[in-house]
């Protein structure tokens, strides 16, 4: 099972980049996904989180409003739109997935994650 994440790289503050993660090596058929992110010196934070039928996602406070989760499950690929881009946004981005049906926000409760794709925003 793999989970690759990739999209990112260096915008100016304002700016926009889409994220995408790819799952192989197994359907997450019925799996909630998700997006976390890590910055230097802190702990890995919840981002935004989706079920396998779009019926319900979540969203941390801080990017609610600008960024986007979605997903496609013929692709087995997950989506983060990012938009109006902050330098507060720099950090190591990574997608999880869980074999539970519901979004979740703490990383202990996803069984499965990605490599990570580097996001910096300067101002």
């Known amino acids: 099972v793999q989970l690759q994440a990739s999209g990112g790289g260096l915008v100016q503050a304002g700016g926009s980049l889409r994220l995408s993660c790819a799952a192989s090596?197994?359907?997450?058929?019925?799996?909630?996904m998700g997006w976390f992110r890590q910055a230097p010196g802190k702990e890995r934070e919840f981002v935004a989180a989706i079920t396998w039928s779009d019926a319900d996602t979540l969203y941390a406070m801080s990017v609610k409003g600008r960024f986007t989760i979605s997903r496609d499950n013929a692709k087995n690929t997950m989506y983060l739109q990012m938009n109006v881009l902050k330098p507060e946004d720099t950090a190591v981005y990574y997608c999880?997935?869980?074999?539970?049906?519901?979004?979740?926000?703490?990383?202990?409760?996803?069984?499965?994650w990605g490599q990570g794709t580097q996001v910096t925003v300067s101002s």
């Open positions: 090596g197994r359907t997450f058929s019925g799996s909630a």
């Open positions: 999880a997935a869980r074999t539970g049906q519901n979004v979740a926000t703490m990383p202990v409760l996803y069984d499965y």
